[in-house]
């Protein structure tokens, strides 16, 4: 079955680093790969999207890549802040209309002040 | 744009009795939105989809005749949860696509209804 995995559970990094993120995903073979971020008790937001043949993709400080030789996602978030902190979940899915988002446990990242 | 917006967003009710929820599109028509469940420190567990004028599809292991799901407009989408149990406590979330569903829509979510059956 398919299987997405998310690198441990929480993530603590200094305010101002890199914080990188990993997801890796068995059986599988998704177009596109998408970013969600979750607060406490809310709903996740999209972040950013990358498809299968984009090597990488940019946005603000935050960056994302797609190898689908490794079957992997990193996410990237440059210059972190306290207000970085959050949960982050990967979500592959395939090309077609009917096929389904599933979604990684996500990663709780902490930045440290 | 692309507001999703879930109420209640808190309810406690006691075991035995139902509970709706409701999902609304607020600046977008949505023809598709899905219902998850998430457990603490769980990944999102989709339950179904529901789909504006036809019934909705479940995902294997959801008890339909449980979770009642009702898409009756292009901006509404309830779920209920009939004869709650406290194993039924859980936070419940909608979310919706803009657009016919293609592979690179995002999913935009509500913020959520964290039930507690006692």
């Known amino acids: 079955s398919q299987k997405i995995e998310q690198n441990s559970e929480a993530l603590n990094i200094q305010e101002g680093k890199t914080a990188t993120l990993t997801c890796n995903y068995t059986?599988?073979?998704?177009?596109?790969l998408q970013w969600y971020r979750q607060d406490p008790g809310r709903g996740p937001v999209f972040l950013l999207l990358i498809r299968e043949n984009e090597k990488e993709k940019r946005k603000e400080r935050l960056k994302v890549t797609f190898d689908t030789t490794l079957k992997q996602s990193l996410f990237h978030i440059t210059a972190s802040q306290p207000a970085d902190s959050a949960t982050y979940l990967c979500?592959?899915?395939?090309?077609?209309?009917?096929?389904?988002?599933?979604f990684g446990k996500g990663t709780r990242l902490h930045i440290l002040p | 744009g692309a507001v999703v917006s879930q109420h209640p967003s808190r309810v406690i009710c006691k075991s035995g009795t139902s509970v709706k929820i409701e999902c609304r599109s607020l600046?977008?028509?949505?023809?598709?939105m899905f219902w998850y469940r998430q457990f603490p420190k769980q990944s999102l567990m989709l339950m179904a989809t529901?789909?504006?004028?036809?019934?909705?599809?479940?995902e294997q292991g959801v008890e339909k005749d449980k979770f009642l799901i009702n898409h009756a407009s292009l901006t509404l989408s309830t779920l209920t949860v009939t004869s709650a149990h406290p194993e039924d406590s859980s936070f419940y979330i909608c979310?919706?696509?803009?657009?016919?569903?293609?592979?690179?829509?995002?999913?935009?979510f509500g913020n959520g209804t964290r039930l507690t059956v006692t």
């Open positions: 529901s789909n504006e004028g036809s019934k909705a599809t479940y």
């Open positions: 059986n599988y073979s998704p177009a596109y």
């Open positions: 979500a592959p899915r395939g090309g077609r209309r009917d096929d389904k988002i599933i």
């Open positions: 600046d977008f028509q949505a023809t598709t």
């Open positions: 979310s919706a696509r803009i657009g016919p569903g293609r592979g690179n829509s995002p999913l935009h």
